[in-house]
């Protein structure tokens, strides 16, 4: 299958690249850095800015489905990339005929969602260090989910709750509307993205990925996303 992925060049956007072809899958990554991403066979890299309509349209011409893990740090400015660019990708995908978008979402947009496995993290963490920091983002993404909600495409909404890396895909669950647990590795979340190509996971539905084995502990974890990671350029990927 002919993917166009946006946000190739994140850590989850990565992920999904290697998993791809590994599938066989063909992948055109796009990227607003090419140069930091290495050419391997089945893998077309272009340079292109979701936020740019022109630009989306002529990647996604001659694709079969395409894939978004696009996202941005947190930031007391107003955030329009997950919302602009959702946009363009529905429009572009229209007017060449294409049904099959699989988008990544966040857990923090359900007012509900809670983490099951850590008290701490939904009743201080959670509230106090993700949500309110992360406002302007997360309104963004909700007015993204409802742009995709919105359309006739054949969609799929991939809700994750905190990110992490891990060296392989794991027995990870899938569950509707929002994950059930605190963390989700950066692999299974691409892995889940690219089973929703297969059939494996429903059409028009969101639905939350959550990791539940060999996840980091908390301090760990707010140590390497929070502490350690380089802070690059405002826009970036997941």
């Not at 809700?159 to 990870?172: I, N």
Request: charged fraction near 20%; charge should be positive.
């Amino acid at each position: 299958m002919h993917l166009v992925l946006f946000g190739a060049n994140g850590p989850t956007g990565r992920q999904l690249t290697d998993q791809a072809l590994a599938g066989r899958h063909r992948v055109t990554a796009v990227t607003r850095h090419p140069g930091s991403m290495s050419p391997r066979e089945g893998l077309t890299i272009v340079r292109a800015d979701v936020t740019d309509a022109a630009a989306v349209d002529g990647v996604v011409a001659g694709a079969e489905a395409v894939l978004s893990a696009v996202g941005v740090p947190y930031s007391p400015k107003p955030v329009g990339v997950y919302s602009a660019g959702a946009a363009n990708i529905i429009a572009a995908m229209g007017s060449h005929g294409l049904k099959r978008l699989v988008v990544v979402g966040t857990a923090a947009v359900d007012p509900g969602y809670r983490a099951s496995d850590s008290l701490f993290f939904t009743r201080v963490m959670e509230p106090l260090f993700m949500r309110r920091p992360g406002r302007t983002v997360y309104e963004d993404n909700r007015r993204m989910e409802a742009l995709v909600r919105a359309s006739d495409l054949d969609w799929t909404i991939v809700r994750a709750c905190w990110l992490f890396d891990s060296a392989a895909v794991t027995d990870y669950q899938v569950t509707e509307n929002s994950p059930h647990a605190m963390f989700t590795a950066r692999a299974d979340l691409a892995a889940c993205m690219l089973a929703c190509l297969t059939g494996e996971q429903p059409i028009r539905k969101v639905i939350g990925v959550s990791t539940t084995t060999a996840t980091p502990g908390l301090i760990q974890q707010i140590w390497r996303e929070v502490i350690r990671k380089p802070k690059k350029d405002w826009r970036r990927d997941l």
